[in-house]
């Protein structure tokens, strides 16, 4: 029973996601490309326009391999099931899912990451495909990709407990938009965070977000060392414990505040 | 046409939003810090990769930051009087709500596009004005009276901006969800985050002709900063033009096809 109605939200979200393919297709390649291109055009105006040959010890050649391996694997950080959690918060429809004999944060979760599983594996297969033509590992690249997995679910978890801001103020809508762009900034994903100048480095290494996209696209590239990317994985797993308290936290406290009137 | 009855309308549209934004006064202030954020993220970005380079596409950190400040007034400025126009423009068609605007003795297009209005938004114009103004001697803007260039240039930023974004919504008359090109405006909207010179020859012609997205903020910053030359003045005009004529057409057309309800 237990695996069934998980199975049966995983299939219900992918569904879900994919009912409007073209709008699908055009989500994917709009948050792949248009970032990437973003990107690239940084490198373009640092190293071909403005004439520089190393920026912080990377080429022009290790940001553009950079900025295409990152592509991969920030599309498998996003997701918006948090706002669908702090929107079912406000507008009372939580109380259809506590009715239900299932997890209500874990329900949203599952739901929402199955086209992300899928995104995914095709992330993978080029990956892996890329990786065999530049020179790269293929096995660095299933390991960066469960990084990258776990990086998912740690977002997740920060995004479901800044929703419980919502039983407080009825919306946290701004909240998790704010998280959405620290992260955007924090995770690696608009540039490499070893960018970052020493004295702020600190910035993005106190804070889960740079095992997003960061994180796999250094083990991926074959920056990090076995040992590192264990030790990464143990750090993650250590969030994912933190995160799954502060979520068992903040929603028995949420809770015993919410009125299930709507709004 | 008559002008004093659409200022009369656009006065009692003014007042009935002043209205509203001051029964949700709580939702002035996170809004106010969602987009604090948003800007700090973006000159974070800047600041990040100035920290390893002096100039980018020729453009000193304090010419970038005077742009930023002309792109969030610019940007501001769109938000306050159009985007939840543009929100609620695919329920206009899709659920027949334009039945009511047509048959209103006033430009229906007119009435789609300036009943909702997001006041609190205003605060993020004057905090464009106060970073342009805070780096503009530093970044070689002449002052005096050319602020009041800086604020023509906004308005140049806000018509393109509107342009371009009614070319993203309209389509919503021949597709059945219209949220995947609202997606991929907001996806191509990066571009205009960044100073144009930056961008390569390619690009950057593209976001000067077919995807103006250099007119919301680049050029305007440009413009007062260096100048342009009259043949670049005129094909920004001649491009704005072409985007007035092809959405005029496309409402036309789009409004032969509307069949109210569920079309």
Same mark, same amino acid.
């Given at each position: 029973?237990?695996?069934?109605?998980?199975?049966?939200?995983?299939?219900?979200?992918?569904?879900?996601?994919?009912?409007?393919?073209?709008?699908?297709?055009?989500?994917?390649?709009?948050?792949?490309?248009?970032?990437?291109?973003?990107? @690239?055009?940084?490198?373009?105006?640092?190293?071909?326009?403005?004439?520089?040959?190393?920026?912080?010890?990377?080429?022009?050649?290790?940001?553009?391999?950079?900025?295409?391996?990152?592509?991969?694997?920030?599309?498998?950080?996003?997701?918006?099931?948090?706002?669908?959690?702090?929107?079912?918060?406000?507008?009372?429809?939580?109380?259809?899912?506590?009715?239900?004999?299932?997890?209500?944060?874990?329900?949203?979760?599952?739901?929402?990451?199955?086209?992300?599983?899928?995104?995914?594996?095709?992330?993978?297969?080029?990956?892996?495909?890329?990786?065999?033509?530049?020179?790269?590992?293929?096995?660095?690249?299933?390991?960066?990709?469960?990084?990258?997995?776990?990086?998912?679910?740690?977002?997740?978890?920060?995004?479901?407990?800044?929703?419980?801001?919502?039983?407080?103020?009825?919306?946290?809508?701004?909240?998790?938009?704010?998280?959405?762009?620290?992260?955007?900034?924090?995770?690696?994903?608009?540039?490499?965070?070893?960018?970052?100048?020493?004295?702020?480095?600190?910035?993005?290494?106190?804070?889960?977000?740079?095992?997003?996209?960061?994180?796999?696209?250094?083990?991926?590239?074959?920056? @990090?060392?076995?040992?590192?990317?264990?030790?990464?994985?143990?750090?993650?797993?250590? @969030?994912?414990?933190?995160? @799954?308290?502060?979520?068992?936290?903040?929603?028995?406290?949420?809770?015993?505040?919410?009125?299930?009137?709507?709004? | 046409?008559? /002008?004093?009855?659409?200022?009369?309308?656009?006065?009692?549209?003014?007042?009935?939003? +002043?209205?509203?934004?001051?029964?949700?006064?709580?939702?002035?202030?996170?809004?106010?810090?969602?987009?604090?954020?948003?800007?700090?993220?973006?000159?974070?970005?800047?600041?990040?990769?100035?920290?390893?380079?002096?100039?980018?596409?020729?453009?000193?950190?304090?010419?970038?930051?005077?742009?930023?400040?002309?792109? +969030?007034?610019?940007?501001?400025?769109?938000?306050?009087?159009?985007?939840?126009? +543009? $929100?609620?423009?695919?329920?206009?068609?899709?659920?027949?709500?334009?039945?009511?605007?047509?048959?209103? *003795?006033?430009? /229906?297009?007119?009435?789609?596009?300036?009943?909702?209005?997001?006041?609190?938004?205003?605060?993020?114009?004057?905090?464009?004005?106060?970073?342009?103004?805070?780096?503009?001697?530093?970044?070689?803007?002449?002052?005096?009276?050319? $602020?009041?260039? $800086?604020?023509? $240039?906004?308005?140049?930023?806000?018509?393109?901006?509107?342009?371009? !974004?009614?070319?993203?919504?309209?389509?919503?008359?021949?597709?059945?969800?219209?949220?995947?090109?609202?997606?991929?405006?907001?996806?191509?909207?990066?571009?205009?985050?960044? /100073?144009?010179?930056?961008? *390569?020859?390619?690009?950057?012609?593209?976001?000067?002709?077919?995807? *103006?997205?250099?007119?919301?903020?680049?050029? /305007?910053?440009?413009?007062?900063?260096?100048?342009?030359?009259?043949?670049?003045?005129?094909?920004?005009?001649?491009?704005?033009?072409?985007?007035?004529?092809?959405?005029?057409?496309?409402?036309?057309?789009?409004?032969? !096809?509307?069949?109210?309800?569920?079309?």
């Amino acid at each position: 029973m237990k695996l069934q109605w998980r199975l049966a939200a995983l299939r219900n979200g992918f569904q879900d996601a994919t009912a409007y393919r073209v709008e699908f297709i055009f989500e994917f390649l709009g948050s792949a490309f248009v970032p990437a291109a973003i990107q @690239w055009v940084l490198w373009y105006a640092l190293f071909k326009i403005g004439g520089a040959s190393e920026v912080a010890g990377m080429t022009y050649v290790d940001l553009v391999h950079y900025t295409l391996m990152s592509l991969l694997f920030s599309q498998v950080r996003g997701g918006d099931h948090d706002f669908e959690l702090s929107e079912m918060i406000r507008s009372g429809q939580l109380s259809n899912y506590l009715l239900r004999p299932v997890g209500v944060v874990e329900f949203v979760y599952i739901r929402g990451v199955a086209p992300r599983i899928f995104i995914a594996g095709i992330c993978l297969i080029l990956g892996v495909i890329l990786g065999q033509l530049f020179g790269l590992s293929g096995p660095r690249m299933i390991g960066a990709m469960f990084l990258a997995l776990l990086g998912n679910i740690i977002h997740y978890q920060v995004g479901a407990t800044l929703a419980t801001t919502a039983f407080l103020w009825e919306e946290s809508y701004s909240i998790l938009m704010v998280k959405n762009m620290v992260v955007n900034l924090l995770s690696g994903e608009l540039i490499p965070l070893n960018l970052f100048p020493p004295s702020l480095q600190w910035l993005w290494k106190s804070t889960p977000f740079y095992l997003y996209v960061f994180g796999p696209t250094q083990y991926a590239l074959g920056h @990090w060392s076995h040992t590192e990317f264990l030790m990464q994985i143990a750090i993650s797993m250590l @969030w994912i414990l933190f995160g @799954w308290g502060l979520i068992r936290l903040s929603w028995d406290l949420g809770m015993k505040r919410y009125l299930s009137l709507g709004g | 046409m008559n /002008p004093t009855r659409y200022l009369e309308v656009y006065k009692i549209q003014f007042k009935n939003n +002043f209205v509203r934004e001051a029964v949700y006064r709580t939702n002035f202030l996170t809004a106010v810090t969602v987009d604090l954020i948003w800007m700090g993220v973006e000159i974070s970005l800047f600041s990040v990769l100035y920290a390893n380079t002096s100039t980018i596409g020729g453009w000193s950190r304090e010419q970038v930051y005077f742009f930023l400040g002309v792109f +969030f007034s610019s940007d501001a400025l769109f938000t306050t009087l159009f985007q939840r126009n +543009f $929100w609620n423009f695919s329920d206009l068609v899709n659920k027949g709500e334009l039945d009511i605007l047509l048959t209103k *003795p006033i430009h /229906p297009l007119f009435l789609a596009l300036s009943r909702s209005m997001n006041l609190t938004a205003l605060f993020n114009v004057l905090l464009g004005f106060v970073i342009s103004s805070r780096y503009a001697t530093s970044a070689g803007f002449a002052g005096g009276w050319h $602020w009041l260039e $800086w604020c023509g $240039w906004l308005i140049f930023g806000l018509y393109a901006a509107l342009q371009i !974004r009614f070319l993203f919504s309209i389509w919503i008359f021949w597709t059945d969800r219209s949220w995947a090109l609202s997606r991929l405006y907001y996806q191509f909207f990066a571009f205009a985050t960044k /100073p144009d010179t930056i961008y *390569p020859r390619t690009i950057r012609y593209l976001i000067l002709t077919a995807l *103006p997205f250099g007119f919301i903020g680049s050029v /305007p910053a440009r413009a007062l900063l260096y100048g342009l030359k009259t043949e670049e003045f005129l094909a920004a005009l001649g491009v704005l033009m072409a985007f007035t004529a092809i959405n005029v057409f496309l409402w036309k057309t789009g409004l032969r !096809r509307y069949q109210s309800a569920s079309s």
